[in-house]
Antibody, heavy 120, light 108 residues
Framework: EVQLVESGGGVVQPGGSLRLSCSAS????????MHWVRQGPGKGLDWVSL????????YYADSVKGRFTISRDNSKNSLYVQMNSLTTEDTALYYC?????????????WGQGTMVTVSS | SYVLAQSPSVSVAPGKTASITCGGH??????VHWYQQKPGQAPVLVIY???DRPSGIPERFSGSNSGNTATLTITRVEAGDEADYYC???????????FGGGTKVTVL
């Protein structure tokens, strides 16, 4: 079964850091670009970041550029995002997401999400 | 940056047809993907590349894209179709994924 399982969410103070992880199974992980997408409480979907299958190319939403770093370890079938200088605006459910076949082909697999709450 | 505009809400009676629009400048030259999200659940891809359906998605779901508007159409609407629907594109000018603001479909 194709599956994505996120972990690492929690409560952090403004200015703090957090590292999210996503464990993938059921598909050849390094064949696919992977994304982080977030959703604030009661809000819509908000793309965060993208990493290519080999990890060589990364892209970020303007709102997180310079603060978040996406990475992957293909030997461990894992995706990560290091989040620094967190603000209350970063409070959201963070989803790990897989491209259907290639970039701009839709996202066919979503994890259940891990919740990040930034609060003092 | 590229912007996708969706109406906040659409109401439809069971058995009728719901049309959900996604507006964007020259969106017709882009590939549009659509997601369904029910409360407390992760989004599900229902249409990719404007009009293709993933396996397991009913034929009642269809998509089109032309000019400045992409449309997700749900025929013979059922109570189980009540959800939020999001359109999405890849903006190759900014190398960003862009989502519409979402449309809440209410089945009367």
């Amino acid at each position: 079964e194709v599956q994505l399982v996120e972990s690492g969410g929690g409560v952090v103070q403004p200015g703090g850091s957090l590292r999210l992880s996503c464990s993938a199974s059921g598909f050849t992980f390094d064949d696919y670009a992977m994304h982080w997408v977030r959703q604030g409480p009661g809000k819509g979907l908000d793309w965060v970041s993208l990493i290519s299958g080999d990890g060589g190319d990364t892209y970020y939403a303007d709102s997180v550029k310079g603060r978040f770093t996406i990475s992957r370890d293909n030997s461990k079938n894992s995706l990560y995002v290091q989040m620094n200088s967190l603000t209350t605006e970063d409070t959201a459910l963070y989803y790990c997401v897989k491209d259907r076949e290639f970039l701009d082909d839709g996202f066919d697999i979503w994890g259940q999400g891990t919740m990040v709450t930034v609060s003092s | 940056s590229y912007v996708l505009a969706q109406s906040p809400s659409v109401s439809v009676a069971p058995g009728k047809t719901a049309s959900i629009t996604c507006g964007g400048h020259n969106i017709g030259i882009r590939s549009v993907h659509w997601y369904q999200q029910k409360p407390g659940q992760a989004p599900v891809l229902v249409i990719y590349r404007d009009s293709d359906r993933p396996s397991g998605i009913p034929e009642r779901f269809s998509g089109s894209n032309s000019g400045n508007t992409a449309t997700l159409t749900i025929t013979r609407v059922e109570a189980g179709d009540e959800a939020d629907y999001y359109c999405q594109v890849w903006d190759n000018n900014s190398d960003h994924v862009v989502f519409g603001g979402g449309t809440k479909v209410t089945v009367l």
